[in-house]
């Protein structure tokens, strides 16, 4: 119960008195945990983070990552990462900025990770999902593929698959598509 | 003013009927008289947020409970799908902040109530408007926005020394959700019952298909739908931001997902369909809109007069076979970070982050080592990652005291690891910080100087 005659001594006070609190800037239970996975991040040697907007916004970063091993060695991909208010009951939204030829990531930077759709759970972190990235360009893998083209020449003939990553990463063409060069 | 004689009697009978006679199941502070009536109508302000299906029904459900301050927040504006449940809202309104509609229709309808709408994001509200309000209900669709709710409503909430919560802190809401023919309607006193945050585990999480079965084996005309809205939209229209509430761009989704539906022969896609998959819309039944409004009408009847205890404190509702209802007493997280009290520490005006993290890591109830410190959503400190260390190192030998804006008492979080039984693990904790003398001060420079 409000106990409605103390609301209205309040009101009277308030009228008299207006000594309102410091304006509160409100910080979600989802930037909280976020802040927690920063703070407890421990990157493999091959993947950088950054913060564009400085360090008291945390919820849109980016991380690169340069494997080094497997066909996409010495190459050098960015993602964008996007964290919600209702992180971790949502899966923080990622995507590939590099155009790379891979079977598992189309030509639009959307990536196919398990864990970023339905396998993600809230006792994942943003960890699982930066050793998650660099597993894919450690294992790509033909089976689920986003960019089929790249997934059937993995499955068929992983020599031309190699030369194909290569050729992308230099900045040439495989079939019909153009790429940026990535290897720095 | 409205006639006082009608006033005073015959509309209100039925009200008074509970609020003029002493039971055994009311609320312990409960004092009937007729005072508690003029009250209810004078003082009790009550904010509805959202003016949707449960919105319209909280709306005039308050106003003929008795109460009359009523003020209602919501973004959106009235569309013809909304018509077949959205009571208020007539053909001619279409295009118009259902806020402002809702609003208007139901100070037609009910003599000497009062409503203000909002028309906007519940984000753009300073945090001390919600304050004003004695009870918030909620008639809203997402997790998201009641999350946000939630943390504003129990960010009022203070603790004393001995971490009881203080009752004129407390601002009690009201949370109503339907989907098709099941809802439920709770209520939660921040401190005493569980928050939102509490119990976020009862929302199962959004179904999302997995990218590569949309891209390579879509089955339903759904996989068709998100195909459509979360691959080709961005291969074809590089950039360009998809925008639900743009007709022409679901126009685009519906047709592109046709095209993919016809490609693999999966039938059933069609424009509502694909409104309801790419904005997530959740079927909406009336009546189920209308029971679980009346519910909440009710509790906070409850809340604002003590005229019998509150629903303890989650109630569900099932018609899906036969009908089943049931209320669950569901209990708080202690250490949850939105309502929990968190841990008190006095501190001295002059201890540096450096001294403060050290203190931390000895203090018996938290031994947290290699904390950081977050305030306000401002990172004083950072472990880790390295650019972030960097960034904010600087700060350690600084006075927290200053750290903070000078606030002479403020929660603030930190993550650490806790050794258990020589494992470690990491956690994240709230405190609740009061610097020593900092009030005094004030005091006696207001007591007059010398
Ligand atoms: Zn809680």
Redesign the pocket.
Known sequence: MIRLFKVKEKQREAAENNNGRAPVKKQSPGELRLNKDISELNLPQTTKISFPNGKDELMNFEVSIRPDEGYYRSGKFEFTFQVSPTYPHEAPKVKCKTKVYHPNIDLEGNVCLNILREDWKPVLNINTVIYGLNYLFTHPNHEDPLNHEAAAVLRDNPKTFEANVRRAMSGGYVGNNTFSRCIY | MANPDFESNARWRDLDKLLLRPGNLVNENFEPGPQLRSDLQEYARVLVVGAGGLGCELLKDFALSGFRNLEVIDMDRIEVTNLNRQFLFRLQDVGRPKAEVAAQRVMERVSGVNIVPHFCRIEDKEVEFYNDFNIIALGLDSIEARSYINAVACSFLEYDSEDNPIQETMKPMVDGGTEGFKGHARVIMPGVT??F??TIWLFPPQVKFPLCTLAETPRTAAHCIEYAHLIKWDEVNSGKAFDADDPEHMQWIYSEATKRAELFGIPGVTYSLTQGVVKNIIPAIASTNAIISAACALEALKLATGCSKTLSNYLTYNGLEGLHTKVTEFF??KD?L???PGVLLELDTSITLQKFIELVEEHPKLLLAKASVTHRGKNLYMQAPPVLEEMTRSNLNLPLYDLMDKTPKDVIHITGMVSKNDKKTSCLRKLRVVFKGVDVVTEMDTAGGA
């Open positions: 569980p928050c945050e509490c708080k997280d949850c939105v309502c929990g």
